[in-house]
C-alpha cells in the first residue's frame, strides 16, 4: 500500500496550491479520503473529507470557502485545492485513505507535504 502526496511549497499570503494524493494497493474508490494538517505544536486537524464516489464532501470551518476537496477514481488520486492562503494554513498536510477491504477496516496515511504560508 501506498500513499503519496505531493504539490506542497511555499506560497504567498492570498496565493493558492494544489495538493494530490496518489494511492496504489488498495481499492481506491472503495475508500473515504481525507486530507489532514498538522502545524507545529499543534495536534492533527482533519481539514476535508470525501466520500468514497466522491457524492459527499466535509470541510473544517476554517477552510470552507477556500479549500476544495475532489478525487478522480480512474487515477487513484485526491486533490486538495488551496485558494486564498493564510499564514495559519501552514502546516504539515497529510492524506489519509479509511475503509473496508472485505471486512477488514484499514486505515492508510501517506508521509506528509509542506505547505507554508508566508511572505
Known amino acids: 500500500v501506498q500513499v503519496v502526496e505531493s504539490g506542497g511549497g511555499l506560497v504567498q499570503p492570498g496565493g493558492s496550491l494544489r495538493l494530490s494524493c496518489a494511492a496504489s494497493g488498495f481499492t481506491f474508490s472503495s475508500y473515504a479520503m481525507s486530507w489532514y494538517r498538522q502545524a507545529p505544536g499543534k495536534e492533527r486537524e482533519l481539514v476535508a473529507s470525501?466520500?468514497?464516489?466522491?457524492?459527499?464532501?466535509n470541510y473544517a470551518d476554517s477552510v470552507k470557502g477556500r479549500f476544495t476537496i475532489f478525487r478522480d477514481n480512474a487515477k487513484n488520486t485526491v486533490y486538495l485545492r488551496m485558494n486564498s492562503l493564510k499564514p495559519e494554513d501552514t502546516a504539515v498536510y497529510y492524506c489519509?485513505?479509511?475503509?473496508?477491504?472485505?471486512?477488514?477496516?484499514?486505515?492508510?496515511w501517506g508521509q506528509g507535504t509542506q505547505v507554508t504560508v508566508s511572505s
Open positions: 489519509n485513505a479509511a475503509g473496508f477491504q472485505g471486512l477488514e477496516y484499514n486505515d492508510y
Open positions: 470525501i466520500t468514497s464516489g466522491g457524492g459527499m464532501t
